[in-house]
Every structure is written in structure tokens, then in C-alpha cells.
């Protein structure tokens, strides 16, 4: 029974050190998150909350959409937040190339979210199919089935290029 | 010894007695075996018991314009003569069925629907025989993918019906649906409990969301871009995929890979095996909302990745295969980096276990939750870290690749099958993986990276592999004499795995299924293709 309280008085109280070697968050990273916090908190009073559906991706790109809440990149200090709910969310976004079995599923979420919204879409699939553009089961990108308002590019993007597509977005978007 | 063995002793044992039983050896570690098709249920039953292996995979081809029939084939594994044996067979192409095998290998059962919603071809008496991918709401009857002459601009309209799950009766039992679309940073997957009370009595899993066609994509590609292609069937396991697509056309190419560059090769692998492996665990935490080694399993895992972009300019290794080599260069920097890297990451594997492993709370939530017993996973034929949590003690590392024999590491297996077993697991491969890595980086010597040539290129087919984080990745490949691929036929070990999750539920309660599903962890988009 001690040992137990030992333990959760140790875990409370005790922050550890990481041996892992400061994997150093670039200068240019940090610019961008600052100026991206400064544009939610105008635009969307500090909160920005994102809906993510998977419409057939191969689960890299939404690797690196959770390596961007990580403690290194933290998102979340921007004032960007990932929410379970449609109904929570301003934005939509949105990773593979659309998969018939996906259509309707897609189509459900965002009908599900309140006006105004937004739909981003994430990585190569998305945008046009990517590798799988010329398949018989997808429909070759979001765009065939939503209207998409900003688009991030790579196989997978990575954290900052996820930060530096929103604050485009969000420069575009009044 | 000679694999005849394997023949002579079925014959005997089993007092089988094949009519046309062709016996061929294409490659150093595979043999074809012919048989009439009357002949090919039987002699897989025989193989299936013989050798204590499952379906490894089975798959058709379409060869209907050349010989006016479909191939059949079905592969299995012995460890003992490291071989992989395929019963083959031919169907008729206007009485297109065979006699199912799934009602006495059950782990035939998901590649039998595949074949049939795939070709068309009917697995004579098989108990299920619904789609698994293309979804009956979205896909009309009659129309056939992976045959030859299918179009996808013509595609039949004919009824769509709806998928039916199982139903479970009786007083009190109420449905749970979950999904498609989860409320975390999840792939698509449908989930149905039947409930009774708290415990789950049934679970349907009802996968194939993330279904993009691959394997017909990779027909008429090039062999260049089919190497890229196959690092996107499963994102997290990039390389694995890349490195089981290359074998293939280097053994049908007869290429010899240097031993240099097949080392480098299994550190990358075991690099990628790390951060999934660390990723899980921190999954787990998370999933009984014990966040703070969560984050600490992120870091984790982010200097992983950070490592690889360092070593190979990709976080997720893709762009780093290529037939007959890999893409990266390899000097004495690069080993440094890696060696101070791998003595960090042991610190804070120590530190994590420390974290999870000492805390009772925590410990009892894992423990003897979502058992999935050795019977059970054998039947299924469920392998990998999954299996082996499960007792089950087959790793393609140790049982077939040769360069592994360099190396000392232990293959580790546990008894329990319950979600702490699959984490210990993962926590003692994590460990064996930095073994592993040193080892190899002893024996590696400096090279620049080179664009290898490709030899004169010839038709042939192969099975490629490799033993992937989640466990077995096969491809099997046969190419044309252009270099064109004719059939890509991938196994992911989701695919044979996923079922095992549905074994584990029954008894536990709803809330226990994300951390279920978490010690599992399968790809949906590798199980979709
Ligand atoms: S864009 Fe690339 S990384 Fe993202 S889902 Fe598609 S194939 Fe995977």
C-alpha cells in the first residue's frame, strides 16, 4: 500500500528529465505558431477546432497530424484543437483520396457541422487522388465531393507545414 | 534435407495419393505444387496439418487469356525446411468454383471471400461469402475488379443491397455501433457489440472504409513506380511494405542484394518497428487516461522520426528501397548519430516501463483484459507481436531471413494473450531492436548511395517478404517480359490478424475496447488495400 502512494506521490510531484536530446523546434516554427496564435485568437477568439475524417489515406499523414499535438510541436498552444464532435467544429479536415465506401460517411460529418465551416484538406491523396487517382473504388480527391478551401501539400506534410497552410487559410478567411 | 520429404510424408500420413501432383522449385525457398483441382482441397488440408502452418495467403490470377482458366494458389509456411509451399491449382473460367476450404482451415476463410468478390469465383460451399471490401451498399453485383477485363468505366449497374452484420437474440442484448468515423485521429473501421448487461457478447468488425484498389493499381506499372506505390498500402509500415515488394523482383530478377546493403536494410526495419512499438505503448497509456507516459512515448517516438529524416531525409523511410539497394547513403557520421540515438532511447524505454509498469492502477486495467487464447490465434492464424503475445512463436526474422542469422536477439513470446502481455511484448522487442541495430551497425561499412541498375529484365512471379512490425508483409508478384506487373498480391498482417480483436472482446466491457484495439493496433488501410 505504501509502495502505491510512494508511486503517485513520486508521478505528481516529480517532473523527469528526457534523455532524448532536445530535438530543437525551429526558429521558423516558432515564428509561424506565434503569428498563427495572433490570427486565431482574432478571427475565431483563441480557438480553432478541427474535425478529422480519414477517407482512405495509408495512416502516415494522420501520424503527422498527431506528431503536431505532440509536446514538441504542441498545436494545441496555438490555440488548434482536434475535437471529437462535427457538430464542435469549424473545420473539416480531411486526409485520402475518398474511397466510395467513405463517400456518404464524409458527406454525413459535414453536413453535421454547424455554419460557417471550412474544408481543409491534408496530403497528396486528398488533394487529387495522389497514387490512387486513377483507381476504380475512389473519387480522386475531396474536391470531387466538398468544396475545399485550402489544401496541404505532401506525402505526408509535415508538423509545420500543417501550422503554415492554416495561417494561409486563416489570412484568406475573414 | 530434401523438402520431397514433406510429399512422401503426406502421402503416407494422410494416405493421399495427388493424380497429377507437380512438384517444381523456383526458388531456393519456394516450391509450387500442382494439383488437379479435385485434388487441391485435400492436399491443402494435408499441408495445413503437415506443416502446423496457416494460410499464409491465397489468392487467384487471372490467366484466362492465355490459358483460358483462373490460377489458384495457396500458400503455406515450413519453418523447418524454410520453405514456402504453394498448393496450386487451375479453375475453369466458365465454371468458375472450387470446393472452400474455410469450413476445416479457418484461416482460409477471409482470403475465400476476398477471391470471390475479387474474380468471381465461387468458393463451393463456404458459410460466408459476403464482401468484405467493396461494400454491398456502394458496389453493384456482378462486377469483378481484379479480373482482367474489367473496366472501371464500365461498370455494370445492378442491384446494391445492404451489408448484414450478425444479430445477436435474447433478453436484454442491445446494439453498440461505433464508427466509420471515430471521435479520435482514428482510420475508418465499423464496429458492432452486442451487449448484455456490461459484458460485450459478440463483436462484428466491418472493415474496408479505407479500400482504394490497390492491388489493381499496381497491374501495368512500372517496377519503379511500384515501389513507391507500396510504401503508401500502409503509411506506418513504409518500409516493410517497400522491402517485401523489392525481394520479390529481386528473386525474380535474380538479383543479389550486397550484405552491406541488406544490413542497413534491417536497421531501418527495426527503426520503424521502434517508433510503432513506442507509439502503441504510449496508446495504451492514453486509453486508460494515464497521459503523462503517453506524452513521454510521443517524444519517443518523434526522435525516431527525427532520426530517420536524419538518416534517410524521411521520417517514415519512404523513398529509401529500391530494387537492388536502397536510396540512402551510409558513412561514420550517420553511425555516430545512431549510436548515441539508440543509448538515449534505451534511458527512456527504461524510464517508460518504469513509468507503466510499476503503477497498479494502470496494471490492472491491462491485466487478463482482452485474452485472446493460443487456440484461438492458431485457428486464425493470427502471428506477429499479436500472436506471439499469444504464445504463438514464429517470427520471419528468426525463421526465414537469412542475414537475421548474423545476429543474436531473442524472440520474445508470452502465455497470456491479455493486453499486458501485448505490451510487454512491444517493450521487450523494443529492446531486442536496439540489440539488433547495434549488431548490424558493427558490420556495416561506408557506401554513397548509387542508383542501381536494373538487369535485363524477364518475366517470372516470386514471393517477397518481410517481417514487419505487425508481423508477416508478403508480396506476391508476377511481372511480364516488359517489366510490367501482372498480379500484385499483398498480405498485410492485419489481414490475417484483425479477427483475433474480435476473439479478445467477448467478456470484457465497451470501455475496454479502445484499449483492445490499442494493444492490437492493426492498419485498416493495410488490411483494406
Ligand atoms: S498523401 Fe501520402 S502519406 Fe498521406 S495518406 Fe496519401 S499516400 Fe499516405
Not at chain 1, 51 to 75: K, L
Not at chain 2, 453 to 463: D, H, R, S
Not at chain 2, 470 to 489: F, M, N, Q, S, T
Not at chain 2, 505 to 512: A, F
Request: proline share 5%.
Amino acid at each position: 500500500m505504501i509502495e502505491i502512494f510512494k508511486n503517485s506521490i513520486r508521478k505528481a510531484l516529480q517532473t523527469r528529465p528526457l534523455s532524448i536530446k532536445e530535438i530543437p523546434v525551429s526558429k521558423e516554427y516558432e515564428m509561424l505558431g506565434a503569428e498563427l496564435k495572433k490570427a486565431i485568437k482574432k478571427r475565431f477568439s483563441r480557438s480553432f477546432h478541427i474535425r478529422e475524417v480519414d477517407t482512405g489515406s495509408c495512416g502516415a499523414c494522420e501520424s503527422e497530424i498527431i506528431a503536431a499535438t505532440n509536446p514538441i510541436y504542441d498545436i494545441q498552444r496555438f490555440g488548434v484543437d482536434f475535437v471529437a464532435s462535427p457538430r464542435h467544429a469549424d473545420a473539416l479536415l480531411v486526409t485520402g483520396p475518398v474511397s466510395k465506401n467513405m463517400e456518404l460517411a464524409l458527406k454525413r460529418t459535414y453536413d453535421a457541422m454547424p455554419g460557417p465551416k471550412l474544408v481543409i484538406t491534408l496530403g497528396d491523396c486528398a488533394l487529387d487522388g495522389g497514387k490512387f487517382k486513377n483507381s476504380y473504388y475512389t473519387l480522386s480527391g475531396v474536391k470531387n465531393v466538398l468544396p475545399v478551401s485550402a489544401h496541404i501539400h505532401g506525402c505526408p506534410p509535415k508538423p509545420i507545414d500543417i501550422v503554415k497552410a492554416i495561417l494561409i487559410l486563416l489570412g484568406k478567411t475573414k | 534435407m530434401n523438402y520431397i520429404k514433406i510429399f512422401d510424408d503426406i502421402e503416407e500420413k494422410y494416405n493421399l495419393k495427388p493424380l497429377s501432383l507437380r512438384i517444381e522449385e523456383k526458388e531456393p525457398d519456394e516450391i509450387y505444387a500442382r494439383v488437379g483441382a479435385g485434388d487441391f482441397k485435400p492436399m491443402c488440408l494435408a499441408m495445413h496439418k503437415y506443416l502446423h502452418s496457416p494460410v499464409m495467403s491465397f489468392f487467384a490470377v487471372d490467366e484466362r487469356k492465355e490459358k483460358g482458366v483462373f490460377g489458384l494458389l495457396c500458400a503455406f509456411q515450413s519453418i523447418e525446411f524454410k520453405k514456402w509451399v504453394f498448393i496450386t491449382t487451375e479453375v475453369p473460367k466458365d465454371n468458375a468454383e472450387f470446393e472452400s476450404l474455410s469450413k476445416d482451415i479457418y484461416s482460409a476463410a477471409l482470403f475465400e471471400r476476398e477471391i470471390y468478390e475479387m474474380f468471381g469465383i465461387v468458393p463451393k460451399n463456404s458459410p460466408d461469402t459476403r464482401r468484405l471490401k467493396l461494400h454491398e451498399e456502394v458496389w453493384p453485383q456482378g462486377n469483378f475488379p481484379l479480373r482482367k477485363d474489367f473496366d472501371s468505366k464500365k461498370i455494370k449497374d445492378s442491384p446494391k443491397s445492404e451489408h448484414k452484420l450478425k444479430e445477436v437474440e435474447g433478453d436484454g442484448v442491445f446494439e453498440v455501433a461505433v464508427g466509420p468515423v471515430h471521435a479520435g485521429l482514428i482510420a475508418p473501421g465499423h464496429f458492432r457489440f452486442s451487449v448484455a448487461g456490461e459484458p460485450v457478447i459478440n463483436l462484428e468488425i466491418h472493415l474496408g472504409f479505407t479500400h482504394r484498389g490497390v492491388e489493381k493499381i499496381f497491374e501495368n506499372l512500372s517496377l519503379n513506380e511500384a515501389v513507391s506505390l507500396s510504401e503508401c498500402v500502409s503509411g506506418d509500415s513504409a518500409f516493410a511494405h517497400s522491402w517485401a515488394f523489392c525481394n520479390s523482383i529481386e528473386k525474380i530478377l535474380k538479383i543479389n542484394v550486397p550484405e552491406n546493403i541488406q544490413y542497413v536494410r534491417a536497421v531501418l526495419l527495426e527503426l520503424e518497428r521502434m517508433y510503432n512499438h513506442v507509439n502503441d505503448i504510449g496508446g495504451i497509456a492514453v486509453d486508460v487516461g494515464f497521459s503523462f507516459p503517453s506524452a513521454f512515448a510521443s517524444l519517443m517516438k518523434e526522435s525516431i522520426l527525427d532520426l530517420n529524416e536524419k538518416l534517410t531525409e524521411s521520417r517514415y523511410l519512404k523513398n529509401v528501397n529500391a530494387i537492388g539497394g536502397v536510396l540512402c547513403d551510409f558513412n561514420d557520421d550517420k553511425k555516430q548519430v545512431l549510436i548515441q540515438n539508440l543509448e538515449m532511447l534505451q534511458k527512456d524505454l527504461n524510464e517508460l516501463k518504469k513509468m507503466i509498469l510499476s503503477n497498479v492502477s494502470f496494471m490492472d486495467r491491462a491485466d487478463s483484459t482482452g485474452i485472446l487464447r493460443k487456440n484461438i490465434a492458431e485457428d486464425l492464424g493470427v502471428l506477429g507481436p499479436a500472436g506471439r503475445a499469444s504464445g504463438i512463436d514464429k517470427d520471419l526474422r528468426k525463421d526465414f531471413h537469412g542475414i537475421y542469422d548474423k545476429v543474436k536477439f531473442n524472440s520474445i513470446h508470452c502465455l497470456s494473450g491479455d493486453v499486458s502481455a501485448r505490451l510487454k511484448i512491444r517493450f521487450d522487442e523494443f529492446e531486442e531492436s536496439i540489440k539488433i541495430v547495434k549488431q548490424f551497425l558493427d558490420m556495416i561499412k561506408p557506401f554513397e548511395s548509387k542508383k542501381e541498375q536494373l538487369p535485363k529484365i524477364k518475366e517470372g512471379y516470386a514471393l517477397g517478404c518481410a517481417e514487419g512490425w505487425r508481423g508477416p508483409v508478403l508480396y506476391w508478384v508476377k511481372i511480364d517480359a516488359e517489366g510490367h506487373i501482372v498480379r500484385c498480391k499483398i498480405v498485410d498482417p492485419s489481414f490475417r490478424n484483425w479477427e483475433g480483436l474480435a476473439f479478445a472482446m467477448p467478456g470484457n466491457i465497451v470501455p475496454d475496447f479502445p484499449l483492445c484495439n490499442k494493444s492490437f493496433d492493426f492498419s485498416y488501410s493495410g488490411n483494406d488495400l
